[in-house]
């Protein structure tokens, strides 16, 4: 009984991890976006490199998905893209 709850407690610590990463991933964007909105313009954003980091975001999301991965797994994917 002490085992399956400390795997139960492994479990949810892992999937609060997960999803921890997942909502500290729209952060990653905001200064960017900051920038953007008080310069008022994207001038000097180079649109191949968003782009591709569009594209393997999408991958990696579909891929996550397709294979049925729990959402903490792929969730920064959909969340950054």
């Known amino acids: 009984m002490i085992f399956r709850a400390d795997r139960s407690l492994q479990l949810h610590l892992l ?7 997942v909502a500290g991933s729209t952060l990653v964007k905001l200064p960017q976006v900051v920038a953007v909105v008080r310069a008022r ?21 579909s891929y996550g998905f397709l294979h049925r991965l729990a959402f903490s797994a792929y969730g920064e994917s959909i969340v950054s893209t």
Not at 15 to 21: D, P, V, Y
Not at 46 to 55: A, D, H, K
């Open 41 to 61: 313009s994207a001038e000097g954003l180079n649109p191949l490199s968003f782009e591709l980091e569009t594209l393997g975001l999408a991958i990696a999301a």
């Open 15 to 21: 999937q609060s991890l997960g999803l921890g990463i």
